[in-house]
């Protein structure tokens, strides 16, 4: 792993040894005329000048995806005859690669990326006729979630697939549904009841252990005064 006297050092010598390891990957700033291309990238290779040549490679594809042409290119190629060039290849579409001289680095590129996961929590609700009968439980997921979560994004209504059903067959699955949130109610109503007697218990323990206490003191200071 790249210490951080590492970092300082090659900060301290430029570009001339960016301690770049083969299939790690890291986040890459770029010069001004090449930040389009900033983001994150895993190292593939890396190449001397004339090794990149040998596989019949070319810096070309890069400079021209930032707009730039074959004479800025040739303006600028002896500058990287003696610079290490890094196969960049995006991680999510290795499709996406870039050639890249280590001039054209703005910073010493970042190892300290990981790989997170982009999660959304799916919830089946049940038969409905249209989900215009589900907006108001989308209207008050959305505020739940934004202001005990942080949430920002709202519950996407989809559907999973279709059920045929008589009208009886549907009032049975609405009134189905109707007990469950009855029982569920009840649930927490009888939780919250049950939190207050604890409460009100809790509340009876303490003073009773006052009293004890206060019984206690008062028959260790009469034995004392004796």
């Known amino acids: 792993m790249i210490s951080f006297n590492d970092i300082e050092q090659c900060n301290k010598r430029g570009h001339n040894s960016m301690f770049l390891k083969p299939n790690w990957t890291y986040k ?27 596989d019949n490679l070319s810096l070309l594809p890069t400079y021209e995806a930032v707009g730039k042409t074959q004479t800025d290119l040739e303006n600028d190629v002896n500058t990287y005859r003696t610079q290490e060039i890094y196969k960049l290849v995006d991680p999510e579409d290795e499709t996406i ?6 001039g054209l680095f703005s910073t010493v590129p970042n190892y300290n990326v990981k790989k997170y996961s982009d999660f959304a929590i799916a919830l089946r609700v049940g038969i409905y006729p249209d989900e215009d009968k589900l907006v108001y439980v989308q209207n008050i997921l959305q ?23 008589t009208d009886e067959e549907y009032k049975d699955a609405v009134a189905d549904r109707e007990q469950t949130a009855k029982t569920i109610v009840n649930y927490f109503s ?37």
């Open 97 to 102: 690669v870039w050639y890249v001289p280590e």
């Open 143 to 165: 505020q739940q979630l934004s202001a005990m979560l942080g949430f920002t994004n709202g519950p996407d209504i989809i559907s999973i697939g279709e059920k045929w059903l």
């Open 28 to 54: 890459f700033s770029f010069i001004s005329d090449f930040s389009s291309l900033d983001g994150v990238y895993t190292v593939k290779k890396i190449y001397a000048y004339v090794e990149l040549l040998d």
């Open 190 to 226: 009888e939780n919250i009841e049950l939190r207050k007697q604890i409460d009100h218990l809790k509340d009876r323990c303490n003073a009773y252990e006052e009293i004890i206490i206060g019984i206690a003191n008062a028959k260790n200071e009469a034995e004392q005064g004796q």
